[in-house]
Every structure is written in structure tokens, then in C-alpha cells.
């Protein structure tokens, strides 16, 4: 039975990845629109003062595990601002790109002061499975003398894991 399930888990795998590289142009053409539409709206600064680089909003791609978790890390820093009374959030929005078959399960990484530990602590909150989602995870520094909290720089990062039944693996996140 083991050889078995061997088998069909690789061919998964191996049928995941052609997936995925079939809906590689899709995607592309998917970011070039995407990009245009972006440069056209102009939006107001975030209310809350956070300090993000330049790409730190932007798309990127990633695939998701079948059977465990796979990571997907930022190729920027993003920094939260200082509070006067609450935590500093970040927002997560990840989707399937369009014409692929897939469903995944995607959990995003928050972190948050540890009084007991004395310590930043990384936290992972479920963002949702299915085609695309949102989630808001707490991103905050030590809190300071007098109220509020101190910034937090990090790397942003998000795992996913393909849903039982479904082929493909490839999403996008910001």
C-alpha cells in the first residue's frame, strides 16, 4: 500500500507542476494588466504610518505544498509604525490565477510581543482556502512606556498547501 501511495502523491506532484507551468503565461498576462491598472489609480498614504519598500505591495507567485506546508518569503522588508494605543496590523490578500483548477489553503505570518517571553513571537493565521482571500494579522513591536506599541520590521511570508481532490498549485500574494 505504501508503494501506492507513493505513486499517486508523485504523480500529483509531477501534475501540479505541468499545471503550473502551463498557467505561467496566464499569470504573467494577469501581472501586466494588473501593473497598468495600478500605475493609473493613485491611492492616499496608509492612515495607520506604516513604512513599506517599494515592492512590498506588489504580486508575487508561489506553489503551494501538496500534503505539507510550503513557504513563500518576500524579497522585502516590511516595517510597522509606532502606536499610541493598539497593535499595528498587516493585510494578506492572496488568489488562484485565473483558469487554473486549483484550490490551495493559505496561512500568513504575524508577530507580536511575548511578555512572558520577552521576545517577538512569529504567529501563523489561516488566510482562508479556496481561490483567494484576505486576512489582517497583528504586526507589532514591544509595548512602550506609557501606552502603545513600537514598530516591527519583518519579512513577509505566507504558506500554503494544496486542498485534498485538487490539482495545481500555483497562486499569487501581496
Known amino acids: 500500500m505504501k508503494k501506492w501511495t507513493t505513486r ?6 509531477v501534475a501540479g507542476m505541468a499545471l503550473a507551468a502551463q498557467s505561467a503565461p496566464a ?3 494577469e501581472e ?5 491598472t495600478e500605475v493609473e489609480l493613485t491611492e492616499a498614504a496608509p492612515a495607520s504610518g506604516d513604512i513599506t519598500a517599494s515592492d512590498c505591495g506588489d504580486w508575487r507567485r508561489a506553489l503551494a505544498g501538496y500534503g505539507k506546508w510550503a513557504v513563500s518569503k518576500a524579497s522585502c522588508g516590511y516595517i510597522s509604525g509606532d502606536s499610541k494605543k493598539n497593535p499595528q496590523h498587516r493585510r494578506y490578500t492572496w488568489k488562484i490565477p485565473p ?3 486549483g484550490r ?3 496561512q500568513a ?3 507580536y510581543w511575548s511578555t512572558k517571553k520577552k521576545k517577538s513571537v512569529a504567529t501563523w493565521t489561516t488566510a482562508g482556502c479556496g481561490t483567494g482571500g484576505t486576512v489582517v ?5 514591544p509595548p512602550k512606556k ?3 506599541y513600537l514598530g516591527l520590521a519583518g519579512t513577509p511570508r505566507v504558506r500554503a498547501k494544496v486542498q485534498p481532490g485538487f490539482g495545481g498549485a500555483a497562486y499569487n500574494w501581496k
Open 146 to 148: 506609557g501606552g502603545g
Open 32 to 36: 501586466a494588466d494588473t501593473a497598468t
Open 104 to 106: 490551495v489553503c493559505v
Open 27 to 29: 499569470m504573467a498576462e
Open 109 to 111: 505570518e504575524g508577530h
Open 99 to 101: 483558469g487554473s483548477n
Open 137 to 141: 494579522v497583528r504586526w507589532s513591536g
Open 8 to 13: 499517486v502523491t508523485t504523480g500529483l506532484v
